[in-house]
Nanobody
Framework: QVQLAESGGGLVQAGGSLRLSCAAS????????AAWFRQAPGKEREFVAT????????YYADSVKGRFTISRDNSKNTVYLKMNSLKPEDTAVYYC??????????????????WGVGTRVTVSS
């Protein structure tokens, strides 16, 4: 049974930082593409960042490029999202997702095979 467990969310002031973690079980480390999505209040869920199985390839949404960094530690089967220079508009529930197709980086919800339950990030102004 595949499980993705996010952690690390919380309340932070604008300009601050947070690091989200996504611990995977039931999946072989490096044999899936991982991604982070987020859903702000009253808005649709949107893509944030994705990383290849080896960790050598990454891709970001324009809104977070240069501020967020996605990484993974395959020895721990965990994916991270380091968020710097946070803005109030980054407030959202952040979801970790996994795509078993490792041939190309994934940025769409429909490409994902598994989802976590989300962790809430609130950025105060």
């Amino acid at each position: 049974q595949v499980q993705l467990a996010e952690s690390g969310g919380g309340l932070v002031q604008a300009g601050g930082s947070l690091r989200l973690s996504c611990a995977a079980s039931g999946l072989t480390a490096s044999r899936y593409i991982a991604a982070w999505f987020r859903q702000a209040p009253g808005k649709e869920r949107e893509f944030v960042a994705t990383i290849s199985g080896s960790g050598s390839g990454t891709y970001y949404a324009d809104s977070v490029k240069g501020r967020f960094t996605i990484s993974r530690d395959n020895s721990k089967n965990t994916v991270y999202l380091k968020m710097n220079s946070l803005k109030p508009e980054d407030t959202a529930v952040y979801y970790c997702a996994a795509d078993k197709n490792i041939l190309a980086l994934s940025t769409t919800e429909r490409a994902m095979d598994y989802w976590g339950v989300g962790t809430r990030v609130t950025v105060s102004s």
